[in-house]
Nanobody
Framework: QVQLVESGGGLVQPGGSLRLSCKAS????????MGWFRQAPGKQRELVAA???????NYADSVKGRFAISRDNPKNTVYLQMNSLKPEDTAVYYC????????????????WGRGTQVTVSS
């Protein structure tokens, strides 16, 4: 059974930075593509960034140049470095395994973690 535990969220001022972490268990982490998703109040969950097992990365247009996804396979952990944060980045952030291909990734696992809240506000 896949377990995903996100952490690192918090309250930050516009222009600030946060680094999110997601530790996965119950999967062979190194062979899985991983993604970060977010869900703002009243909106659908959306993919923010993805990283393949070969460390190829993809980003939503709204975060390109500001966010960076990375992975540490020995630690079964995927990270999301978020810089130049904007109020519209406010959301609950989740990680999950993903399937598909560049520009068309979707969650590969129906089980989600609790997420971590990111609030960008002055």
């Amino acid at each position: 059974q896949v377990q995903l535990v996100e952490s690192g969220g918090g309250l930050v001022q516009p222009g600030g930075s946060l680094r999110l972490s997601c530790k996965a268990s119950g999967i062979i982490f190194s062979i899985n593509a991983m993604g970060w998703f977010r869900q703002a109040p009243g909106k659908q969950r959306e993919l923010v960034a993805a990283i393949t097992s070969a460390r190829s990365t993809n980003y939503a247009d709204s975060v390109k140049g500001r966010f960076a996804i990375s992975r540490d396979n020995p630690k079964n952990t995927v990270y999301l470095q978020m810089n130049s944060l904007k109020p519209e980045d406010t959301a609950v952030y989740y990680c999950n395994t993903v399937k598909g291909y560049s520009g068309n990734y979707s969650p590969a696992n129906g089980s989600w973690g609790r997420g971590t809240q990111v609030t960008v506000s002055s």
